[in-house]
């Protein structure tokens, strides 16, 4: 059984910043692709960030120049360093990862996600 933990989250005022952080556990052979989608009220999942295992990196438009992925691959472990905060940020973040496990299976595990709310 794979899970993603994703603790973290919470409140912070424009401007400030804040650090995501997903950790990965179970039954994994390897994990290739991690990210973090988020989901506002009303509104569809979209992607953030998505860092492969060799290190790429992909961001939306909306946060390039603010957020920062990264991972450390023997911690099974993502990040998202999230600075210059805006208002339009506050969503619940998803930790996402493409992975194969102990059965040759491979696919995509989410988080339970985490609340993020910068106020103004």
């Known amino acids: 059984q794979v899970q993603l933990v994703e603790p973290g989250g919470g409140l912070v005022q424009a401007g400030g910043s804040l650090r995501l952080s997903c950790a990965a556990s179970g039954s994994i052979v390897s994990i290739h692709d991690m990210g973090w989608y988020r989901q506002a009220p009303g509104k569809q999942r979209e992607l953030v960030a998505t860092?492969?295992?060799?290190?790429?990196?992909n961001y939306a438009d909306s946060v390039k120049g603010r957020f920062t992925i990264s991972r450390d691959n023997a911690m099974k472990t993502v990040w998202l360093q999230m600075n210059s905060l805006k208002p339009e940020d506050t969503a619940v973040y998803y930790c996402?990862?493409?992975?194969?496990?102990?059965?040759?299976?491979?696919?995509?595990?989410w988080g339970q996600g985490t609340q993020v709310t910068v106020s103004s």
């Open positions: 860092i492969a295992s060799g290190g790429s990196t």
């Open positions: 996402n990862a493409e992975l194969t496990d102990y059965y040759s299976r491979r696919r995509d595990y």
